[in-house]
């Protein structure tokens, strides 16, 4: 019996997935799911750069009640169903466990509705846990432990994590200080490496796997802007409101550009450096991007979106299909 198709969309922050995702999608019947830690969270718009879309209204012929409940609708962006985002508050913990849940019951009513399921990420833990379902270390948290790891200061906790767990050093969040004492907490835990801990169940899907290329250079100077564009539609505005209602120890706070401008608000930095912080973490991010998805065989590199689609469209599409448009 063979598989389901699904198409995986990946490659560092900035270099078009999210306007790969939509011509995709758009071409070959698909919906998108985004699988991006940030764009879960309810009211982080602009500095997830989360896609500018509306809500599916009930008259529209797409929408169907297993889309009632918070968080369970998509958004429209641009006439294509968008799914992942807006899924808990920021005052919530919501994990790549609860994600990957989420995403398979999405893809399979994709697949009901007869639609080819677009991932588009973002995170690549939730990427290939949803993908390769991953079995997941089920750790409770521990909050004796959390408190004790919690007084030591970023760069002890990432020093200490490195030593016991070298490959899940390269790959976590160093900046961001939830999740490096959760990998920690898994560790010390389990006494097994965080990382190591990660196994592939039986596969799901036939998913065929495209990355968005952008030179470093280029790379750079699209985050730089990006980050001037945050700045000039709100980001600044749209932090503080998410800071005066939930402070900057929210889980969701800790995300770039929120916990860099949360050290302005309470005096740590100016603002200049805030902005500068967030640059510079940002492409750290696209770097261990770039690695994480770099080492894949089986991601198949394009330039452009038209590229994306062109390689989508003959995974996906019949090939009389094909050959009739050509």
């Known amino acids: 019996m063979s598989l389901p198709k699904i198409l995986v969309i990946v490659g560092p922050t900035a270099s078009g997935k999210t306007s790969a995702g939509v ?28 896609p500018a879309g509306r809500p599916l209204l009930l008259e529209d012929p797409r929408w169907r009640p297993e889309f009632l409940g918070e968080g369970r609708g998509p958004i429209v962006v641009e006439d294509v169903l ?13 994990n790549v466990s609860d994600f990957q849940q989420y995403a398979w019951e999405v893809i399979k009513d994709m697949l009901r509705r007869h639609r080819v399921p677009v ?5 690549g833990l939730w990427v290939d846990a949803v993908v390769r379902n991953l079995s997941l270390p089920e750790v409770p948290p521990d909050p004796a432990l959390r408190a004790t790891l919690d007084i030591m200061t ?8 490195k030593r016991l767990d070298p490959e899940g050093a390269e790959h976590v969040d160093r900046f961001n200080k939830r999740r490096v004492i959760r990998a920690l907490e898994v560790t010390m835990k389990t006494s097994r490496p965080f990382w190591e801990q990660r196994k592939e169940g039986p596969k799901l899907y036939e998913p065929f796997w495209i990355g968005m290329d952008v030179e470093e250079e280029e790379l750079r100077e699209r985050i730089s802007l990006r980050v001037d564009q945050m700045l000039s539609q709100g980001l600044v505005n749209e ?33 200049e450096s805030a902005v500068e912080c967030i640059k510079k ?38 090939q009389a299909l094909l050959s009739r448009d050509s």
């Not at 011509?23 to 989360?50: E, F, N, P, Q, W």
């Open 119 to 123: 991932l588009v990420g973002g995170t």
């Open 82 to 94: 968008h799914f992942g985002l807006d899924l808990a508050s920021p005052r919530d913990e919501y």
């Open 239 to 271: 932090v503080r409101a998410l800071f005066d209602t939930y402070g900057s120890s929210a889980s969701a706070m800790t995300g770039i550009g929120y916990r860099e401008l949360c050290q302005f608000f309470v005096g740590e930095i100016s603002l």
């Open 154 to 161: 970023l760069g002890d906790l990432f020093a200490d994590y």
């Open 23 to 50: 011509a995709i999608a758009k071409t070959v019947g698909g919906d998108v799911l985004a699988c991006d830690s940030r764009t879960v969270y309810r009211g982080m718009d602009i500095g997830a750069a989360k």
């Open 281 to 318: 973490h940002t492409w750290t991010l696209a770097k261990r991007q770039r690695t994480w998805w770099r080492g894949r065989g089986e991601v198949h590199w394009v330039k452009t979106a038209e590229e994306a689609v062109t390689l989508a469209s003959r995974f996906v599409l019949p």
